[in-house]
């Protein structure tokens, strides 16, 4: 006596694929009713969409010009750093910061 073993697995999975198969026909068709049932949807404010416009219109923040000259500057070993002003910004935000979180 012989028995098929791949013969019957061959026929529990196209059982399987089918089963497989229809959940996602019901699922697909659920979502197609739901979807049409349940749209959501957003609404800016005047006041946001007047934030939005002005962003789009106003201009870059960064003046590239200076930077440009800058960068030159810094290539060509002209740009000398002020030292004394440094240390007294360095000071004024450490005490600032510190301020801060005291």
Do not use: C, H, W
């Not at 750093?81 to 979180?101: C, I, M, Q, W, Y």
Request: no cysteine; glycine share 4%; net charge positive.
């Amino acid at each position: 006596m012989s028995i098929s073993i791949n013969r019957q697995a061959t026929q529990k999975n196209i059982v399987v694929e089918q089963n497989q198969a229809k959940k996602q026909q019901e699922v697909s068709k659920q979502g197609v009713d739901s979807t049409s049932k349940n749209q959501d949807s957003v609404q800016l404010t005047s006041q946001v969409q007047s934030l939005n416009n002005m962003q789009a219109t106003s201009e870059p923040q960064v003046n590239t010009q200076k930077v440009e000259t800058l960068k030159a500057a810094i290539l060509n070993g002209e740009y000398k750093v002020n030292t004394e002003r440094l240390a007294e910004k360095l000071s004024k935000f450490e005490g600032d910061f510190g301020k801060a979180f005291a």
